[in-house]
């Protein structure tokens, strides 16, 4: 695949805020020190760079990616949801009710046939049906679920500034 894409920068970020970014979304442990080392800049602009990355709330939140299977949540689905109607009240009584849901560790409002897409981890198939059945099937503004279960992780990355997409023009 040797598609060329062109790579733009987000404002008022350089090369060395963006591979402050990438690096830290690999590793969010790094040691000051160590990361000044990969930038190749020394420790006192590279923490004031990312104490702003910080502060300027271009870095969220810092998490730790934890193996579904091994905390018995492996069964992954992603659930799409067309809702009864879509009003202000019906939304905002939609969104209110996903983020209560500890299950649902993910929510789009997306276009196209559907109006959301939930992704949900459970122990299994059975639980799942129950959640389907006991959780969702309670929420009135729901029309219609379609789910569709993970097979396979084929890609699974959280890196929204790829090392790729930093290059010399940045």
């Not at 799942?128 to 992780?153: A, Q, R, W």
Request: aromatic share 8%.
């Amino acid at each position: 695949m040797n598609s060329k894409i062109e790579k733009s920068s987000p404002k008022n970020l350089d090369k060395i805020d963006l591979q402050i970014l990438s690096i830290l979304q690999r590793n969010a442990r790094i040691t000051l020190k160590e990361l000044a080392a990969k930038v190749r800049l020394s420790a006192t602009p590279v923490f004031e760079r990312w104490k702003k990355l910080d502060s300027t709330g271009i870095i969220t939140r810092y998490v730790a990616i934890v193996d579904a299977e091994k905390v018995h949540r492996g069964f992954c689905v992603f659930c799409m949801v067309k809702l009864r109607q879509l009003t202000f009240d019906v939304v905002t009584d939609f969104v209110n009710v996903m983020q209560k849901i500890p299950e649902v560790s993910e929510c789009y409002h997306i276009s196209g046939r559907y109006d959301y897409l939930l992704k949900i981890n459970a122990p299994d198939m059975k639980y799942y049906k129950n959640f389907i059945v006991n959780v969702l099937g309670h929420v009135d503004s729901i029309g219609t679920i379609e789910s569709s279960f993970v097979m396979d992780v084929v890609k699974q990355n959280f890196d929204i500034i790829a090392p790729s997409s930093i290059t010399d023009e940045d």
